[in-house]
């Protein structure tokens, strides 16, 4: 089954990493839809840890305003790997499956080649694949920018036809700004956009169009100059989408 995809809706991601028990997540998702319009200006994502997404799911009951989606998973469907989860795992769970997170890059060893397998799977599973790229300090610092986010969103995309680039939303994510209260500028948020742009229509054809987010730091204060930065169609949104208010208020920023 392949799940429904509007890429001309700007998509507020919230990321919550390792953090929260089902039953805190329970009463996170609770204090989260209360505080959303009846209908958001923004596609709402939420992607809690593996352990609570039946519980944030069932909580839900089919809520359309409010999308789950895993945080990571594994390449192969199943097999010997302790302690993994694969694609086929989540496909009853959630609709959409982030990979190559920079905590996932550079805390845990993943390279460009997994990152680019883990897409493969969650397209194979029919889940809809959030692709994260982004250059760290030391790599803007060196002039590498533009490098790093065309090498990961090439190495991401490669071997996929032009339908499946098209069910992929790209997350430029610079290292630098997550979890730092460092943002990006909306300028440079575009220019990593339009560069991601380029590489799709170079790879996919010109006729496919991607969203891309932003990502780091992202706050209710600075929401609405990022989300809506030209190029950018929303944004994942990791340490502010704990807080149900502010998650809120990035979420009706996109509007
Ligand atoms: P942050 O995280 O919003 O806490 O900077 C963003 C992310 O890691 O996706």
Redesign the pocket.
């Known amino acids: 089954m392949t799940r429904e995809l509007h890429p001309d809706r700007p998509l507020v991601a919230g990321?919550w990493?390792m953090n929260g028990t089902p039953a805190s997540a329970r009463v996170l998702v609770a204090e989260l839809v209360s505080r959303l319009a009846d209908r958001p200006p923004a596609e709402v994502l939420i992607l809690p840890p593996f352990t609570a997404l039946e519980a944030v799911g069932a909580f839900l009951g089919g809520d359309p305003r409010v999308r789950l989606g895993a945080q990571n998973c594994h390449w192969e469907p199943k097999g010997a790997f302790t302690g993994e989860i694969s694609a086929p795992m989540l496909e009853s769970l959630c609709d959409y499956v982030l990979v190559g997170?920079?905590?996932r890059r550079h805390l845990l060893g993943e390279s460009d080649e997994v990152v680019r397998r883990k897409l493969g799977a969650v397209l194979e599973a029919g889940l809809l694949p959030i692709l994260?790229v982004g250059e760290t300090g030391a790599e803007r610092e060196g002039g590498l920018t533009a490098e790093v986010v065309e090498r990961q969103t090439r190495a991401g995309l490669e071997g996929l036809s032009p339908s499946q680039v098209a069910l992929c939303t790209i997350?430029y994510?610079p290292v630098w700004?997550?979890?730092?209260g460092a943002t990006a500028t909306p300028e440079d948020a575009t220019t990593a956009a339009e560069l991601i742009h380029r590489v799709v229509a170079e790879m996919a054809g010109s006729a496919v169009v991607v969203r891309v987010l932003y990502?780091?730091?992202?706050t209710a204060a600075n929401a609405a100059s990022l989300v809506r930065a030209r190029g950018v169609m929303g944004a994942?949104?990791?340490?502010?989408?704990l807080k149900a208010e502010e998650f809120a208020a990035i979420v009706a920023a996109a509007g």
């Open positions: 990321n990493k997170h920079s905590e994260a997350a994510e700004a997550i979890g730092t990502g780091g730091s992202v994942l949104v990791g340490g502010a989408s």
